[in-house]
T-cell receptor, first 114, second 114 residues
Framework: QQQVKQSPQSLIVQKGGISIINCAYE??????FPWYQQFPGKGPALLIA?????SEKKEGRFTISFNKSAKQFSLHIMDSQPGDSATYFC?????????????FGKGITLSVRP | DAGVIQSPRHEVTEMGQEVTLRCKPI?????LFWYRQTMMRGLELLIY????????DSGMPEDRFSAKMPNASFSTLKIQPSEPRDSAVYFC????????????FGPGTRLTVT
């Protein structure tokens, strides 16, 4: 059973455009929702994270929007650049406590065309 | 801190051989995670430790896989005997106890079993 589902599976965007990646989760016990970015040959790295009591969080060109009632959250990349081309994973976790672990989505590959 | 350190970076071995992957987490981190990444299955959590104690090994594919964490600064993932379907990139990650959503990944070990 996949607890965190991402869409689309891949995305191609022109330079300067907006990239939007969506994620849906099932377990209402999750209380932290991070996005990870992975470049080829590297390990994933935390990009931005949000708590469910916040509807939006922005860091530079990256914004997470969170809809608790729909159990969905999304990553928006404004003014997409070729350097943003990478694989993006959404994830969900309990922040602390027993059995805290990250549940990852399958990842989507973003290609930003120059 | 040098970040999470993994060795070797690449391993090529023949089917039936024993393989040992090594990980040094970030000093002071409480959690250590082992993941496997393939194109088909994405990023899979194999096992994780809290203060050197295994918490959940339900992701370990079968008895051929074993993991240990003898102290806070070292962990191993062993595959014996190895099979071609074990070919993947294996990542180690670590985090603080109250920031499980913020995991720091190592560079990974690319394992090829022929």
């Amino acid at each position: 059973q996949q607890q965190v589902k991402q869409s689309p599976q891949s995305l191609i965007v022109q330079k300067g455009g907006i990239s939007i990646i969506n994620c849906a989760y099932e377990n209402t016990a999750f209380d932290y929702f991070p996005w990870y970015q992975q470049f080829p040959g590297k390990g994933p790295a935390l990009l931005i994270a949000i708590r469910p009591d916040v509807s939006e969080k922005k860091e530079g060109r990256f914004t997470i929007s969170f809809n608790k009632s729909a159990k969905q959250f999304s990553l928006h990349i404004m003014d997409s650049q070729p350097g943003d081309s990478a694989t993006y994973f959404c994830a969900a976790s309990r922040r602390t406590g027993a059995n805290s672990k990250l549940t990852f989505g399958k990842g989507i590959t973003l290609s930003v065309r120059p | 801190d040098a970040g999470v350190i993994q060795s070797p970076r690449h391993e090529v071995t023949e089917m039936g051989q024993e393989v040992t992957l090594r990980c040094k987490p970030i000093s002071g981190h409480d959690y250590l995670f082992w993941y496997r990444q393939t194109m088909m299955r994405g990023l899979e959590l194999l096992i994780y430790f809290n203060n050197n104690v295994p918490i959940d090994d339900s992701g370990m594919p079968e008895d051929r896989f074993s993991a240990k964490m003898p102290n806070a600064s070292f962990s191993t993932l062993k595959i014996q005997p190895s099979e071609p379907r074990d070919s993947a990139v294996y990542f180690c990650a670590s985090s603080l106890w109250d920031r499980v959503y913020e995991q720091y990944f190592g560079p990974g070990t690319r394992l090829t079993v022929t």
